[in-house]
């Protein structure tokens, strides 16, 4: 499966969105991060973000779930970018719930493409109200993602600390 695809992923609190934003605002397509936008509506519902989490593998399954279904309706020859792709889920799952794959990630792991994958260092952590990580946590995870990707034979391309400006530079200059 070939497609037109970049993923954006690192640690939380890595400017990710951010720049994403301004890469949008140059007129290309962006799709953000699913888990923030499910996090988003379930508060609107009332939830509380513990409450989501309470079953961190059931929460971890429910966001994989939805990045497969968006991605099945990604056009295969538009370039997008992604924010976080269907392999971060290897490192949440690690991370947050101490097993590797289940079926599910098994399967879509094999299915999942992308044309490179950027990943960014970590800035400054700030705890939002999406974050239950701490710093510790997100520099661990860094070092999962990039495992992640790369145990699957996709580029990875490290994106250093620096101004958005630069890395929308960096990004574009490195497609």
Request: glycine fraction near 6%; aromatic fraction near 10%.
């Amino acid at each position: 499966m070939s497609n037109n695809w970049y993923v954006i992923t690192g640690g939380p609190c890595s400017g990710k969105t951010t720049t994403l934003g301004v890469i949008e605002k140059m007129g290309y397509h962006v799709e953000y991060e699913t888990a923030r936008f499910w996090i988003e509506q379930e508060l609107k519902k009332g939830k509380t973000l513990e409450e989501m989490r309470q079953d961190e593998h059931l929460f971890q399954k429910k966001i994989l779930e939805l990045k497969i279904e968006y991605e099945k309706k990604f056009p295969k020859n538009e370039l997008i970018f992604i924010e976080r792709g269907i392999p971060d889920t290897t490192a949440y799952y690690q991370q947050s719930c101490g097993i590797k794959e289940d079926d599910l990630l098994k399967e879509s792991l094999k299915k999942c493409s992308y044309k490179k994958v950027f990943l960014f260092e970590l800035l400054d952590y700030q705890r939002d109200y999406a974050r239950l990580e701490n710093e510790q946590e997100a520099k661990i995870l860094e070092s999962l993602l990039e495992e992640a990707y790369s145990s699957l034979g996709m580029e990875v391309v490290r994106v250093p600390k620096m101004s958005i400006q630069q890395r929308v530079e960096f990004i574009l200059k490195h497609l």
